[in-house]
């Protein structure tokens, strides 16, 4: 007993020292120490708070995008020859292919809902106030930045709604008066939308955008700490009183929690109601009628009340006036009161904004179910949905010409053996024939496989005259022989 005590003293302890000097060693060379209290114990004024859980559940879901994203590159070609097959095949045959796509696309959706709550609360809350000018800006820009993610990816499935919703994106860019044209033709990289279109979406999608959201995240989370927490809308912004509780741990639990709520919430819908994948893009189509994602649906709405000449009062006026008023916000309004009742202008500004996307997305519902034609066409493009998501998938056809005809794996292999079991040596390379050997191009119409295979295995004897000797071979190469044989026409 007494020498065991020891023993197991001295093992339980072992770890735990060990695990100790791993940390001392790490925290010498990487300053973990440090990291952990600049990362974890950022004073929050006022304490942990459900309200402040929206931006972590960004930067949460932006991940996600990123991952599920580098899956989908993985089978993902960008041209309009194969772009549409390899979504369906993602879709359609890929092991959890359409789970991950789903996750996907119902996570660009997700981060613009997040996005609006992060947008909603700050505003609210008046965080913006208190030397946050650059914090305010940067988010800004962040937002610019995940639109254009969901314009840019919108685009990439080049199914028809994706292929038309996007004609019309970049139609309505080309009616801002002198850089317009412009804007469109460097959109889709010439007149018309095809290939040179889809790779510069790719390269926005997948390269320059995201490159410029990591910066722009580090700005933002950069500039965050430096202002510090805003707090609760009874603190002060520039010089906090009350009582601040660290980030770790309650916040972080908060956040975390929030996190796991809207991977959850993604993964239910991924699995139960999976994104669809309409038929391959047909340019030459005149009747569809593109609708855009939800979150765009209050602009293309809004577009549709400025025709003709007063197109650029819509599209360009007073969208730079919402957009100048929306960043210079923290430059205009400089009190320091956060209270919402106590700030009239913004809270009706709020209300007015909210309303009125409300409103133009009631009347876009309006439209399209008011007309029967419309209803009639829209039921329509569901139903070739359906039936396409029914269809199992299909691989590509390439072009008419033999020669563009893809090899058969067994044709290829019977080709090798044809050479390896020196069959060319009297038949002629390709079979078309020599003194030893009769031309073998048009057996296949001849003979039967079996017949062929049968020949193969027991030669007549006018072929062992000739030198033939029986094949020895396994049966399926035998097969991968005939299969080439068959195919010399
Ligand atoms: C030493 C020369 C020689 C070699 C090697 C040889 N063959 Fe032959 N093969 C012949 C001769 C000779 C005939 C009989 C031609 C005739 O009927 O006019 C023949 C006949 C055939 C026929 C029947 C053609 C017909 O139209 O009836 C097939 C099929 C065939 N060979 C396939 C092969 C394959 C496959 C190999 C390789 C595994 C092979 N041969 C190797 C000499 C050869």
């Not at 001392?24 to 973990?32: C, I, N, T, V």
Request: proline share 7%; with cysteine.
């Amino acid at each position: 007993m007494e020498t065991t005590t020891p023993t197991n003293e001295a093992s339980s302890a072992q770890p735990e020292r060990k695990r100790g000097r791993l940390f001392a060693w790490f925290d010498r060379r990487a300053g973990l120490r440090a990291l952990l209290h600049e990362s974890l114990d950022e004073p929050i004024p006022g304490g942990a708070r459900f309200a402040y859980v929206f931006g972590s559940g960004l930067l949460f879901i932006f991940l996600s995008q990123v991952i599920t994203g580098v899956f989908l590159a993985l089978y993902y070609v960008p041209s309009a020859d194969h772009a549409h097959t390899t979504v369906a095949y993602i879709t359609k045959e890929v092991l959890a292919g359409s789970f991950l796509r789903s996750i996907h696309a119902y996570g660009s959706s997700a981060m613009i809902v997040v996005l609006l709550l992060h947008l909603a609360q700050t505003f609210l809350y008046g965080s913006y106030k208190g030397r946050r000018e650059l914090l305010w800006i940067s988010g800004c820009t962040l937002f610019a930045l995940i639109i254009g993610m969901a314009f840019t990816g919108y685009l990439l499935p080049w199914d028809m709604k994706a292929y038309f919703a996007t004609a019309v994106g970049t139609n309505i860019a080309s009616e801002i008066p002198l850089v317009g044209d412009w804007l469109k033709r460097m959109m889709r990289g010439g007149a018309e939308m095809g290939t040179l279109a889809l790779s510069r979406f790719y390269v926005a999608h997948v390269f320059l955008i995201p490159a410029a959201i990591f910066a722009l995240v580090a700005a933002h989370v950069y500039l965050f700490r430096r202002a510090g927490a805003a707090g609760p809308i009874s603190e002060d912004p520039i010089n906090p009183k009350q009582n601040p509780e660290r980030f770790y741990p309650r916040q972080v639990l908060m956040d975390l929690g929030f996190s796991l709520l809207l991977i959850a919430a993604l993964g239910f819908l991924s699995y139960f109601v999976p994104m669809e994948l309409g038929p391959k893009a047909d340019p030459a189509d005149t009747q569809f009628l593109p609708r855009p994602e939800w979150y765009y649906i209050p602009v293309f709405q809004w577009l549709k009340y400025w025709p003709g000449g007063r197109a650029i009062i819509g599209i360009l006026v007073i969208p730079l006036i919402v957009i100048a008023l929306f960043i210079g916000l923290p430059f205009i309004d400089r009190r320091l009161e956060r209270r919402p009742w106590k700030r009239p202008v913004a809270g009706g500004a709020f209300a007015l904004v909210f309303l009125s996307l409300v409103a133009l997305g009631a009347l876009s519902y309006r439209d399209d179910h008011g007309d029967p034609g419309l209803v009639k066409q829209l039921a329509k493009q569901r139903e070739e949905t359906e039936q396409f998501m029914r269809a199992p998938f299909e691989p590509e056809l390439m072009g008419a010409s033999p020669a563009a005809a893809p090899a058969d794996p067994l044709v290829t292999e019977g080709k090798a053996l044809f050479e390896a079991q020196s069959c060319s040596a009297c038949h002629g390379e390709g079979g078309e024939g020599t003194a030893a050997g009769s031309k073998l191009i048009g057996v296949g119409a001849k003979m039967s496989p079996e017949q062929l295979a049968g020949l193969l295995r027991n030669p007549t004897d006018k072929m062992k005259d000739g030198g033939m000797t029986p094949l020895t071979i396994k049966d399926e190469e035998i097969r991968a022989i005939v299969a080439y044989l068959n195919s010399l026409k």
